[in-house]
């Protein structure tokens, strides 16, 4: 059994951590290639988005992706709008507290996806203000994708 206690900390911590001082159309142009670049180096094919206050500043699908991964994407964005966490701690912890997402009755599971990979693009000292999504690898590595390419603009 996966340790989903000590994974929550960990996804908790990133959120923390992982914050902008300012965001522009710019900073997720290069967060975006950053992205890109990353899947590239590792023979992956994904789509990425990046999304402030409901407006889509990059959304890339990579050769080797299909159209079923802007409907993750939407779904996971959901999923970060509602909980304000990212979709792989609220997947993570709907499964600590033996509990099936897909199962809760007041939402539609539809318009949810709490599988990883929508981070919240936080903005320190205003809040989340928009995601950072990739949709096209196993959960756990859409979102160290996306964690991994927030650090490296971050630096």
Not at 62 to 67: E, K, N, R
Not at 142 to 147: E, F, G, K, P, W
Request: net charge neutral; no cysteine.
């Amino acid at each position: 059994m996966e340790n989903y206690a000590s994974l929550l900390d960990t996804l908790k911590q990133q959120e923390q951590e992982l914050q902008f001082t300012t965001f522009t159309n710019a900073t997720a142009l290069a967060l975006g290639l950053k992205m890109v670049e990353l899947a590239k180096q590792k023979n992956k094919a994904v789509a990425v988005d990046i999304t402030r206050n409901g407006l889509v500043l990059f959304h890339h699908a990579m050769d080797g992706t299909h159209g079923d991964q802007a409907d993750w994407i939407r779904r996971k964005n959901n999923v970060v709008a509602r909980w304000g966490r990212s979709s792989y701690y609220v997947g993570v912890d709907h499964k600590h507290r033996n509990a099936v997402f897909e199962d809760a009755k007041h939402y539609a599971v539809e318009d949810y996806a709490a599988h990883g990979g929508a981070f919240p693009l936080i903005i320190r000292n205003v809040g989340i203000v928009g995601t950072v999504t990739v949709s096209g690898l196993p959960q756990a590595e859409d979102h160290a994708l996306a964690v991994e390419a927030i650090r490296a603009v971050l630096a």
